[in-house]
């Protein structure tokens, strides 16, 4: 098979195209999409839910599912900015920020996991009932008043950019916060590509049975693989607060359909086994500019939701089609 064959076969390809197809329409419409300021912008929003993806990428590459990331990711951020509010001696250390964030969110992935390999039950349903019983015991036990003045490190985190473009009297910034993207993508990148971990994960999307039965222990890459979102997201929470400049213990929770569009319209397939980094990125960025073009374009952004969920089911139906043609061929 040549070159172009398998570029043509490879959904990646399809995504380049249709990014670029729609920057051509979208920037007919409106020429402030081809500004550097609506780059930055697309980029900036695409920073946090792109490290989400990462982690509901590998969760559906396994043919399970989570929706309680977001939950964790409020949890642990805001127990996180009050402790350091609390305790101002250490108010200006990221590190532990970061750490401790991250410490809380894989504490309550692994329980996640722990539910589901414990007692059976459906990932769904057990991130479905954690979900709640994370925000609630945040509500009830620690807290529901808004963080205002963050922590000193999370503001320095604010204030630091990489790039600065300064257009006429407005500055466009592209922040720092970028890097922990890039790195967290290389290293999911890595674990899924090359490690026995990975391969695992993508055997058992594909069949559970055979994975178990040729020797992967499903019980401890599911508590890998919870415990990492949770890392993930912990991560996020703080990135998250850190570039809206206030910790809300309402956000986020309601945005978990965004992330998993994103990953399937990155082709990852619902039931399992396929999948790539690359493509989940891609998918992040295709649906960060539908949903942003749309109020660039004058559209009231109560159409977003109706454009995730139009998405959505346009990319199940689109997998399908591609695995029932497959299919089809294979027996031909």
């Known amino acids: 098979m040549g070159f172009s064959q398998r570029l043509f076969r490879k959904h990646e390809f399809y995504l380049v195209l249709t990014i670029a197809i729609l920057s051509v329409i979208i920037g007919l419409i409106n020429n402030a999409f ?9 980029i900036r929003s695409c920073i946090v839910t792109g490290i989400f993806a990462l982690g509901v990428h590998m969760v559906i590459v396994s043919g399970d599912i989570d929706v309680s990331f977001m939950a964790i ?31 809380i969110g894989m504490c309550l992935g692994a329980l996640n996991a722990w539910f589901i390999s414990t007692f059976k039950l459906p990932t769904f349903v057990v991130t479905l009932g954690t979900q709640n019983v994370y925000r609630g015991f945040l509500l009830a036990f620690i807290g529901t008043r808004l963080i205002t003045t963050l922590p000193k490190c999370m503001l320095d985190l604010s204030r630091s950019n990489l790039v600065s473009v300064r257009q006429g009297r407005i500055l466009y910034s592209l922040p720092n916060t970028i890097w922990f ?19 695992g994960i993508y055997a058992i999307g594909g069949d559970p049975v055979a994975a178990e039965r040729v020797g992967f ?15 993930l997201a912990g991560i996020a929470g703080i990135i998250h607060a850190s570039m809206i400049r206030i ?34 990125l ?45 299919v089809t061929k294979a027996y031909a």
């Open 247 to 280: 910790g809300n213990p309402f956000d986020l929770v309601g945005q978990e359909l965004n992330v998993i569009a994103a990953v399937i319209l990155g082709g990852t397939k619902i039931t399992g086994g396929e999948g790539s980094v690359l493509g989940t």
């Open 282 to 326: 891609l998918g992040v960025f295709l649906l960060t500019m539908i949903t942003n073009s749309l109020i660039l374009m004058g559209i009231s952004s109560y159409w977003q939701r109706v454009a995730i969920g139009l998405i959505l089911i346009a990319s199940i139906a689109v997998t399908t089609y591609r695995e029932r043609r497959g």
């Open 217 to 231: 222990n499903i019980a401890r890459i599911r508590l890998f693989m919870y415990t990492y979102v949770g890392f």
């Open 73 to 103: 990711a409020t949890f642990s951020m805001y127990v996180t900015g009050r402790f350091l509010i609390n305790n101002p001696q250490y108010a200006d250390n990221l590190f532990l920020a970061f750490a401790m964030s991250a410490v």
């Open 34 to 42: 081809f500004t550097v300021g609506n780059l930055f912008s697309l």
């Open 181 to 199: 993207l890039v790195v967290l993508t290389i290293i999911t990148w890595l674990i899924m590509r090359y490690t026995k971990l990975g391969r």
